[in-house]
């Protein structure tokens, strides 16, 4: 399983049906048969797993909502989010890119 | 796995159409929730076993209810019969296998307008067509082959089929089929809702030997009623509840998450907890990646209006709980 880092983009799983009903949120793995029951801040940290965002927007977005430290709020988000790619829940959006390659011979943009 | 390869020993070879060799002419109506369900193609043998398995459900070809049937069953809404066809096939047509220390759990195959279902002794399919009096409806049928002309295996390959058909059915009229035992006290039924092992015939017991009926401790049906939901009577019991015997809708009482714990306490379900409680408790449909939509749609609905009397029900072996729900 690749690491979970602050730069990283994770979505909800394909199989993965989420809802939220007031604040809570009820999650239901389709392939297992499973349904769980998110409290706030797990329902929100869900909601915030759109696959465009990186981890460390949903730090930014919760330090906007919650009274806490901003190290401990990523140590802490950090620590869920990898729990929920563990528990399939949620999986990396794409490989996070390397640098691009410029061609060889066209070091300058000019080609 | 892929389906049917745990029973089908040509698995590929599934028809393609509920269509077949019937068994016999001979033909029942069944009022179960959902129906009235009409099964076709009955060889006199399978008629004697379904008769025998579900007499408080039968009805005369007519339609009139039966001595002992509900008169007026809350399913009205239901309209048109389901149809079911009894098929042909042979033993031949599944692989054996050693049930001993298994847990039976029939494969399933799903898609937008059919359910393929295979089992011990059964391949069955149910099949949505456009139809139904505007034409702009829907219908539900099923079909299932089986190679039982009767004798001991068949009403329990007929009512493992009958299971899932209701489950459909029901989900269409915006009810469920819900793992539970259902237990009417005072006018009122109670459902305890937990998956194999919560204590669903243990609270049914106590519930028993405080005087209170039990519908059933395996599976009930929960529909919308005009006092906000209703539990049905199913004739699909687990050690207890009186199978042959009908009964009219009772209003819900209260829908009680079971907990086994070392004290009795109630505590309330929030809406989000409730509709987690109803998914994990609806068999067959609840694992239908076709249908999620619709499931969640109609248990919501069901959630919202049991809201005020779901509650966790932590219960211990001491059978007191019964006086903390009086109580409410």
Same mark, same amino acid.
């Given at each position: 399983m690749s690491q979970i880092r602050v730069g990283s983009v994770l979505r909800r799983r394909a199989d993965v049906r989420f809802r939220v009903i007031d604040e809570e949120g009820v999650v239901v793995r389709q392939g297992a048969g499973e349904v769980l029951v998110l409290n706030e801040v797990a329902t929100r940290i869900l909601t915030l797993?759109?696959?465009?965002?990186?981890i460390a927007r949903w730090i930014d977005a919760l330090l906007g909502e919650f009274d806490v430290d901003r190290g401990q709020l990523t140590a802490d988000v950090l620590a869920f989010a990898a729990e929920l790619v563990e528990q399939g829940l949620l999986e990396p959006a794409a490989a996070e890119r390397a640098p691009a390659l410029r061609r060889a011979g066209t070091a300058g943009g000019g080609g | 796995m892929s389906f049917g390869a745990r029973f089908l020993r040509q698995p590929e070879r599934f028809s393609e159409r509920p269509a077949g060799e019937p068994w016999g002419e001979r033909e029942l109506a069944l009022e179960l929730p959902g129906g009235p369900y009409r099964v076709l193609g009955l060889s006199a043998a399978q008629e004697a076993g379904v008769r025998a398995t579900f007499p408080g459900s039968l009805l005369p070809a007519a339609g009139a209810p039966a001595a002992?049937?509900?008169?007026?069953?809350?399913?009205?809404?239901?309209?048109?019969p389901v149809t079911c066809r009894l098929l042909r096939c042979t033993a031949g047509d599944f692989l054996p296998v050693d049930v001993r220390g298994w847990e039976y759990g029939l494969d399933f195959d799903w898609s937008p307008a059919a359910v393929r279902l295979a089992g011990l002794g059964l391949a069955a399919r149910l099949d949505w067509r456009l139809g139904g009096a505007e034409l702009g409806g829907v219908e539900l049928s099923g079909a299932l082959w089986t190679?039982? %002309?009767? !004798?001991? *295996?068949f009403p329990g390959v007929f009512e493992n089929f009958l299971r899932v058909l209701v489950s459909y059915r029901l989900l269409e009229l915006g009810g469920a089929v819900l793992h539970s035992a259902g237990v009417v006290r005072h006018g009122a039924a109670f459902l305890f809702l937990g998956r194999s092992g919560a204590g669903k015939t243990t609270v049914a017991r106590f519930s028993q030997a405080q005087g209170a009926e039990v519908l059933s401790d395996d599976l009930n049906a929960l529909l919308p009623h005009a006092a906000g939901c209703a539990v049905l009577k199913l004739?699909?019991?687990? %050690?207890? !509840?009186? *199978?042959r015997a009908a009964r009219l809708p009772v209003p819900l009482g209260a829908l009680l998450r079971l907990e086994q714990d070392s004290v009795d306490a109630l505590a309330p379900l929030s809406r989000a907890e409730a509709l987690a409680c109803l998914l994990a408790c609806a068999p067959f449909v609840n694992v239908d990646p076709y249908r999620r939509d619709r499931l969640e749609h109609v248990l919501f609905a069901l959630a919202a209006a049991a809201a005020p009397r779901a509650f966790t029900l932590r219960f211990s072996l001491g059978g007191g709980f019964w006086s903390i729900l009086d109580e409410k």
């Open positions: 797993a759109d696959g465009a965002a990186s | 002992g049937a509900p008169a007026a069953p809350a399913t009205a809404a239901a309209g048109a190679p039982e %002309d009767g !004798g001991a *295996r004739p699909f019991t687990g %050690d207890l !509840g009186e *199978r």
